[in-house]
DNA sequence: CGGACTTTTGATTGACATCAAAACGCGTGG
DNA sequence: CCACGCGTTTTGATGTCAATCAAAAGTCCG
């Protein structure tokens, strides 16, 4: 369980889900206990002490700050394998909250420093950061730069890449959580949406489904300036 | 030189410019030359293979991503003790370009790897990208969720906050590379500034520095909506 | 079936981008 | 020292994309 896991890469990527990101906890295992949370709940809040860090066994989880004034950003939605929740002080800076009715397993704290005394251990993590950065990079390129319809394209690429699926992808969040992560209002996640299929690009059976069915349009979508035809 | 420095926390903010950001690259100083490249020049560019980490002597350098219509986005500047240019594979992802005259020191890209073969030194490396990932979360909730106002009024105070300065700041960047920091264009980063100027919150010998005459003011406008008065 | 929440669509507003041009700096050469 | 040219910064006028406001349609569950 857990073993350490080398993929394949996906393609000629810039940014991807590292493979690196599956990590091998089985070093932690030994202190690992497991809860499970429903859907909603928070695992933590911004500001409580930070006594462990998490490991997801199966759900979604999405981290985040609020604003003053309500606003969210959300800077991450983790799932299967994914490790979350590391800091360098004793209190957590983000908010944790289950999407979907999940379980994780969760390590104290200085077990990651103790992790540093092996060498194999600490070049996993250094790579698994370096990856992060990469990919907190790509978002803010989404968020700086990027229109609405190319941020929400390429919020669904990187959700049917990371699924490996030809079919119909899980879209477990909702409309809201959508927006709080790419930077937009419902409103706009829905119209954008709403574009993509009328162009044929994407298919939506349910609100919380979809499938790919022009995947070079989507590409295109996501890469150029906004919309044609 | 570069010795292991720990500094006291600056006050209650929760993002900062780590103090880890300071780190002992003794370890690596065997392997270590120096570069000097003037204002305008690149280290590397997107894609070029990358043997080399660096970490800043003196000047300031940015590291930005391009993308298809020209458009950039600044991801970071670093300046005098920053390491920057880590990358999991062989090539960089981002280019390095320097904003003034600068020194680098630069490292073979393998001895990050041999690096984690001292649990201290692992230890460093782990809080240092830590810090990273919570200032590039910092910088999320920037461009996904605050105005123009707020934006630049937060760049000022981090500029402000690691000079550690009453008096006058200097402002090394032009005004298109703030925009491209922030998301913004030029003209909405210089009107963003002639506000703060009229309102008495800042002061502006020249384009270039700059000194804060209402820290509390920059604060507020920073953290809540946008403009009163 | 009814109520509450989520998603979608429509109308309007507003913040920032874009387009355009003037003002300012700064180095070069007369 | 001043005139010139060029790049940067600033200000102004206008346009546009996404936010906001509002309400209808869809979905889930008791």
Same mark, same amino acid.
């Given at each position: 369980?857990?073993?350490?896991?080398?993929?394949?890469?996906?393609?000629?990527?810039?940014?991807?889900?590292?493979?690196?990101?599956?990590?091998?906890?089985?070093?932690?295992?030994?202190?690992?206990?497991?809860?499970?949370?429903?859907?909603?709940?928070?695992?933590?809040?911004?500001?409580?002490?930070?006594?462990?860090?998490?490991?997801?066994?199966?759900?979604?989880?999405?981290?985040?700050?609020?604003?003053?004034?309500?606003?969210?950003?959300?800077?991450?939605?983790?799932?299967?394998? *994914?490790?979350? &929740? =590391? @800091?360098?002080?004793?209190?957590?800076?983000?908010?944790? #909250?289950?999407?979907?009715?999940? $379980?994780?397993?969760?390590?104290?704290?200085?077990?990651?420093?103790?992790?540093?005394?092996?060498?194999?251990?600490?070049?996993?993590?250094?790579?698994?950061?370096?990856?992060?950065?990469?990919?907190?990079?790509?978002?803010?390129?989404?968020?700086?730069?990027?229109?609405?319809?190319?941020?929400?394209?390429?919020?669904?690429?990187?959700?049917?890449?990371?699924?490996?699926?030809?079919?119909?992808?899980?879209?477990?969040?909702?409309?809201?959580?959508?927006? *709080?992560?790419? &930077? =937009? @209002?419902?409103?706009?996640?829905?119209?954008?949406?709403? #574009?993509?299929?009328?162009?044929? $690009?994407?298919?939506?059976?349910?609100?919380?489904?979809?499938?790919?069915?022009?995947?070079?349009?989507?590409?295109?979508?996501?890469?150029?300036?906004?919309?044609?035809?």
């Amino acid at each position: 369980m857990f073993a350490l896991v080398e993929t394949t890469e996906p393609g000629p990527e810039r940014f991807r889900k590292a493979s690196s990101e599956q990590l091998d906890t089985a070093i932690f295992a030994a202190s690992a206990c497991v809860k499970k949370i429903k859907a909603g709940e928070t695992l933590h809040m911004e500001g409580d002490p930070a006594p462990f860090f998490y490991q997801i066994v199966s759900g979604v989880i999405k981290e985040y700050n609020t604003l003053e004034d309500g606003r969210r950003q959300i800077t991450e939605f983790y799932e299967v394998g *994914d490790i979350f &929740g =590391l @800091t360098d002080d004793q209190e957590h800076l983000y908010t944790a #909250e289950a999407v979907t009715d999940s $379980v994780v397993r969760y390590f104290p704290h200085d077990s990651l420093m103790r992790a540093c005394n092996s060498p194999a251990l600490s070049r996993r993590l250094l790579l698994l950061f370096i990856s992060r950065l990469n990919r907190s990079c790509e978002r803010m390129i989404m968020l700086g730069r990027m229109s609405a319809s190319q941020r929400v394209a390429l919020f669904l690429r990187r959700l049917a890449g990371e699924m490996e699926d030809r079919g119909e992808i899980s879209l477990p969040m909702s409309r809201q959580d959508i927006a *709080d992560h790419l &930077g =937009l @209002t419902t409103e706009t996640v829905c119209r954008s949406l709403t #574009e993509l299929k009328r162009k044929g $690009v994407i298919e939506m059976p349910s609100a919380r489904r979809f499938s790919v069915r022009d995947p070079n349009r989507l590409q295109e979508v996501s890469r150029v300036a906004c919309d044609s035809v």
